[in-house]
Nanobody, 127 residues
């Protein structure tokens, strides 16, 4: 059974940093592409970042470039999303997702391109 479990969210102040984790299990994800999305209350789910586990290619949403960094461990178990200089507008539920292939930017940004999803972790940034 495939599971993606996010952790690391919480209540932080503007300017703080957080590292979110996504633990993957149930199959080998070493050749997969892992995506990060976020959804603020009342808004559509937004692409944040993606990483190709083998090869390390990355892609970022325009609104987070320069502040967000995604990485993956060599064991193929956990991906991370480092968030720096948090802003109140970063408040959202953050999800990780998995798809079997890398893709064009438009593909990586699509909710429908991913096969597996985690349950999400809440990040709340106070001003």
């Amino acid at each position: 059974q495939v599971q993606l479990i996010e952790s690391g969210g919480g209540l932080v102040q503007a300017g703080d940093s957080l590292r979110l984790s996504c633990a993957a299990s149930g199959r080998s994800f070493s050749r997969y592409t892992m995506g990060w999305f976020r959804q603020a209350l009342g808004k559509e789910r937004e692409f944040v970042a993606a990483i190709q586990w083998s090869g390390g290619r990355t892609s970022y949403g325009d609104s987070v470039k320069g502040r967000f960094t995604t990485s993956a461990d060599n064991a193929g178990n956990t991906v991370y999303l480092q968030i720096n200089s948090l802003k109140p507008e970063d408040t959202a539920v953050y999800y990780c997702a998995a798809r079997s292939l890398w893709g064009s930017p438009s593909v990586l940004r699509s909710n429908y391109a991913y096969d597996y999803w985690g349950q999400g972790t809440q990040v709340t940034v106070s001003s």
